[in-house]
């Protein structure tokens, strides 16, 4: 499982991969991920059990622009408004899909919706042009682990798992993407990350409403345990110690003292 720096001959490479139902992990604008032909069910099988990640939990299409996504999720003035406020960017639009998508169901995860993405990162932006196919990428690590901001973090998580690792250095956000539910009647925020709730809510001119505790996933982040580092926590501590790292809520670090 090589780590490839991402060139242009390189990106093609993958998307090669992609194209003969491979999985290739990439870096976007919020962390690296672990994709595979939305439109092949072996491909996206193959990321399911990389990452040891529950079927019944959804993932997101990625899509090259707003065209390709309007061929998958039937787009309604909400969605079109938020779309060409904020794609590219790090905004999940969950949508009711078209019959015709081409998206297999475990994308989805067998509901009638689905989460697309057009990513502002310009490596996942020229695969996902190479490829000439929707990407189903969730984040590229083992389910529940913390997510991968480098190709290294990805490489020491999944071990021999994807083809190709593309290398496009630390990701600019660190932060999943916001996943804003459109689907229905009224916006709900799905999951929070690295667009503002407040910035969504002022370009639609209404409030989010919140996904309903025991829903069914509509879309990644909205099981009870995600992101989980696996570490032990100190809480009140006045001094750090070798090997930890400090969560400071107030107060400065000294020669190692909390003040």
């Known amino acids: 499982m090589p780590i490839e720096p991402a060139t242009h001959a390189t990106i093609l490479r993958a998307a090669k991969v992609l194209a003969g139902g491979g999985v290739v992990a990439f870096p976007t604008e919020t962390v690296y991920g672990l994709g595979a032909d939305a439109t092949s069910a072996e491909a996206v099988l193959r990321v399911y059990e990389m990452k040891g990640r529950p079927r019944f939990n959804p993932l997101i299409a990625h899509v090259a622009d707003i065209e390709t996504a309007g061929a998958h999720g039937h787009f ?26 081409g998206i297999c169901d475990l ?6 919706t689905i989460a697309l993405r057009v990513p502002a990162n310009k490596i996942a932006r020229g695969l996902l042009r190479a490829a000439g196919c929707p990407v189903a990428a969730p984040s590229a690590n083992r389910a529940g682990h913390v997510s991968p901001t480098t190709a290294s973090h990805v490489a020491a998580d999944l071990g021999e798992g994807p083809e190709i690792i593309l290398d496009g250095g630390d990701t600019a956000l660190g932060l999943e993407s916001t ?13 929070p990350g690295g667009l503002a709730r407040e910035e969504i809510e002022d370009a639609l001119g209404v409030k989010l409403g919140n996904a309903e505790p025991g829903d069914r ?17 100190r809480l009140e501590a006045i001094s750090v110690e070798p090997g930890e790292a400090l969560l400071a809520l107030a107060g400065e670090i000294d020669g190692g003292n909390v003040t």
């Open 76 to 101: 309604n003035a909400p969605a079109r408004k938020l779309a060409q406020a904020f794609w590219p960017g790090p905004l999940t639009i969950v949508l009711n899909r078209r019959a015709e998508s």
């Open 179 to 191: 996943v804003v539910d459109l689907s229905g009647p009224d916006p709900r925020l799905l999951r």
């Open 107 to 112: 994308v989805p995860a067998g509901l009638e």
């Open 217 to 233: 996933p509509a879309s990644p982040g909205q099981l009870a345990s995600h992101y989980a580092p696996r570490a032990r926590l």
